[in-house]
Every structure is written in structure tokens, then in C-alpha cells.
């Protein structure tokens, strides 16, 4: 048997959930691991591959060294996490993720990108497209967006529509230069896309929607949502989605596109 193939991810924490969600699910660092692992699960690879998830704070200022992509360990994958907070805020810390960002898929371009939901949101602003508050208001729970051809092809799935768990009240209003679209809905015109490679790989998938679910539980403890809104945002959340399956498999085919079986090490989390 060929020799395991170890596969390096860069988490980019971009909030803390609140005590309660901590409490029950762990940090955003576990909670990704967990939905690696079940999307992993729902694979059928062939191969082995370990990997291991490194957390950088984002949301305090720590960012990973330029030895993180050139170095003798480099990344082998970068995922953007969700947040409470909006990407079009002017902080410090999210104009340093911009401008992260940008700088990475300019000069580390072998390096596959994965966004979710704020994620999502500033790699849009990262290749020069823009977030704003939706009019239309929040889009909640588990809700079909409407796939395109290229969104078939991502999700590998003979389907019109794709269910997905939602949490946001901001948007993309219009795809950013050199992205294709891969689904949208009624509320939300961009509620996925990819950058290809010159060579038709693709380098960046981002999904507005929040395939890691327990994101109703930190809205609700919070405060950011009311009561009624969280009665008909659990009743939705309550429906089969495609987080694990469809979308955490396309997730891990940019991410590793050769056929695999995963082998899980322990994660780390880095700090200044």
C-alpha cells in the first residue's frame, strides 16, 4: 500500500461562538473538524490521506506566516469560517483578512480556498465583488437554491435544486469579476461560486449557506434573533439539508481531488 499522503488545512477562525454553543459543540475549530470528518465519512476514497486542521484567531488579529504557504510544511488547503459579524464592516481584522486573502489567491494560487457563508462574503470582496445588507431581509433555515450548470457539475448531483442550512441577513448582490456561478435563490442572488484554474481545476468554492450547522443556537443565545424568527428558523433548520453529503463531498474534492480515505489527526491551533 502506497504511503499516506498527509494533507495540511488551514482554518481562518473569524468568531468565537457564544458560551452556551461552546459549551455543547466546542470552538469553531471543533465544530469544522466535525463537519471535515462527517463529510469525509460520506465519501467512498479509495486511498489514505491524514490531515490535520490548524486554527489562526482571525477575529484577533492573528494571521498565519507567508512559511504557512511557502515553507518546508505549507498549506495544502485554506477554509474561511462563518461569523455574527458582517464582511462589510470596516474592523481592522476583516480588512486584514481582505487583504490576506487577496494576497494568497494572487501569489499562492496552488492553493485550494474554501468559504462559508462570512467566508463566503470576503473572498468576494477578496477578488474585488461586494457584500451588502440584504433589503429582502435574513434568509434562515434549510432553503433550496437553485443550481446552474456549473453548480451541477460542483455538487455532482442530477438535481435542479440544493438544500442547504441558511444564516444571513447580508449578501452578494452581483458575482465578482472571474467567478462562476454556481446557485442562487430568491432572496439571495449568489448563494455559491468557483474560480477555475487556467487548467479547469477549480482553486475557490465558496457557499453562502452554512453546511456546519449549530448556527441557530449562536444567533438565538446572541440575541441577534428574535423569537419568532427562531421558531420558524428551527422548523426549517429541522429538514434533510446537503451540508454533509453533497456540499461537504465538493468541499473535499477541491480540497483533495484525488480519491482518498481520510485519517483523522488532532487539530492545533496556532497563536501570536
Known amino acids: 500500500m502506497a504511503a499516506a499522503r498527509k494533507l495540511r488545512l488551514g482554518l481562518f477562525i473569524c468568531d468565537l461562538p457564544v458560551p452556551a454553543v461552546v459549551e455543547k459543540y466546542g470552538t469553531y475549530l471543533d465544530i469544522y473538524k466535525a463537519w ?10 479509495a486511498t489514505t490521506i491524514e490531515f490535520r486542521l490548524d486554527g489562526y484567531n482571525f477575529y484577533k488579529g492573528q494571521l498565519p506566516s507567508m512559511e504557512e504557504y511557502d515553507g518546508d510544511d505549507p498549506f495544502d488547503g485554506v477554509i474561511v ?39 463566503h ?6 477578488m474585488g465583488g461586494r457584500c451588502v445588507r440584504n433589503e429582502k ?14 453548480g451541477k457539475q460542483v455538487f455532482g448531483a442530477d438535481l435542479s435544486t440544493l438544500d442547504i442550512q441558511q444564516m444571513h441577513r ?7 469579476p472571474n467567478m462562476e456561478l454556481l446557485a442562487s435563490s430568491p432572496i439571495a442572488p ?12 477549480i482553486h475557490i468554492l465558496t457557499v453562502q ?18 423569537a419568532e424568527t427562531v421558531k420558524e428558523a428551527r422548523i426549517k433548520a429541522a429538514k434533510r439539508d446537503d451540508g454533509v453529503g453533497l456540499i461537504g463531498k465538493a468541499c473535499w474534492q477541491v480540497l483533495a481531488p484525488a480519491d482518498s480515505v481520510i485519517i483523522l489527526v488532532a487539530p492545533q491551533i496556532w497563536s501570536a
Not at 36 to 45: F, G, H, I, Q, W
Not at 110 to 119: A, D, K, M, S, W
Not at 170 to 176: A, E, G, M, R, Y
Not at 209 to 226: M, Q, T, Y
Open 81 to 119: 469560517t462563518g461569523s455574527a459579524a458582517s464582511a462589510y464592516e470596516d474592523e481592522k481584522w476583516i480588512r486584514l483578512l481582505v487583504d490576506h486573502l487577496s494576497m494568497i489567491i494572487k501569489q499562492a494560487p496552488h492553493i485550494p480556498i474554501i468559504g462559508i457563508c462570512f467566508g
Open 170 to 176: 447580508d449578501h452578494i448582490p452581483t458575482l465578482p
Open 137 to 150: 431581509g435574513w434568509e434562515i433555515g434549510t432553503t433550496p437554491v437553485q443550481l446552474t450548470e456549473a
Open 209 to 226: 449557506g452554512h453546511p456546519v450547522s449549530k448556527i441557530i443556537d449562536a444567533r438565538e443565545a446572541s440575541g441577534v434573533l428574535d
Open 36 to 45: 471535515l470528518e462527517n463529510s469525509l465519512n460520506a465519501t467512498d476514497r
Open 121 to 126: 462574503q470576503i473572498v468576494a470582496r477578496s
Open 190 to 201: 449568489v448563494q455559491g461560486m468557483i474560480s477555475r484554474h487556467p487548467s479547469g481545476g
